[in-house]
């Protein structure tokens, strides 16, 4: 009696594992609308900061080009 108890526990959770996987995945579908290449910020000038050990100098570095913009990234 106690080895069916297990059984039937091992397979619930089982079952229950995979009912949530499965719910999960279908909560996160592909959106087919996502940009795949993000738009480039106007940064401006150079940002500076000056700490005790030395300055620091941030600066854009996501350049636009004239690429075209990628629709997919499937790979099969």
């Known amino acids: ?4 108890l297990i059984k039937t526990d091992a397979t619930a959770l089982t079952v229950g594992a995979t ?6 995945v279908t909560a996160h579908l592909k959106n087919a609308a996502a940009p795949l ?6 940064a401006g000038n150079n940002a500076s ?6 300055t ?5 570095s996501v350049q636009p080009s004239s690429a075209e913009p990628m629709t997919s990234t499937y790979a099969s």
């Open 37 to 42: 290449q993000p738009a480039v910020l106007n």
């Open 1 to 4: 009696m106690r080895l069916f």
């Open 49 to 54: 900061s000056t700490a005790a050990g030395g």
């Open 19 to 24: 009912a949530a996987s499965a719910l999960f």
């Open 56 to 60: 620091l100098t941030v600066g854009p």
